[in-house]
């Protein structure tokens, strides 16, 4: 039987970037809706959870923009608890404003704080282990492997989650609630407990929601 609960999944020029492993994870258990943030004024109909990946917003931070139906549809669902996940790209997505490669500052879906912003340089690159209290996606103590690779930075990158990559480079990113994810470690879903929990949370909120 196909799956009943549907994950809305950010793809398109902008957010190209989702480990197929990820992807494959999480069809296995939910109908993944996938949708353009640069083409669709809105979010997919009856959805549990919203997935947006990494890519290179930068790159269309114009388009994206102006897309301010899909921005308030966005800012919407998450204050009324969608399980949503976020990484890199999805993440700087999330904030406030967003540095585009043309040096101009464009509004984004305004979810959290922090505006994004290029640094000329690869910030935090390479392969590292997170830690996080519990959390929808994660339970206390819980480390798993993470990725990052950015050349762009937010002013404001949380500090829910421990990530160590040595004994000496270790830092504090992310964001997370009951229902939220969001943070530029891409996390990597294959062969974890995360798309599960993800599900169960989509379908607790499809089963409460007003």
Known sequence: ARPSVRIAVARDEAFCFAYAETLDALRMQVRNLFFSPLRNAALPENI??????????????????????????????????????AECGGFLYLGQTLEGTDGKTYPMAGVLPGS??????????GYAAMTQGRQYLFRAGETLPVHEFHHWDSSE????????????????????NAHLYAGFPHLYWAG???????????QHFLKHKG
């Open 192 to 202: 974890t407990a995360l798309p599960r929990r993800f599900v169960q949370t989509a």
């Open 116 to 125: 994004g912003h290029n640094t000329g340089r690869l910030v935090r690159f």
């Open 48 to 85: 549990g959870g919203l997935y947006l990946p990494g890519g290179y917003p930068e790159l269309y931070a114009r388009q994206l923009s102006e897309n301010i139906a899909l921005h308030a549809a966005i800012r919407e669902a998450v204050q009324k608890g969608l399980p949503t996940a």
């Open 157 to 176: 990158n949380g500090a829910d989650f421990s990530v160590r990559k040595t004994e000496k480079k270790q830092w504090e990113c992310g964001f997370a």
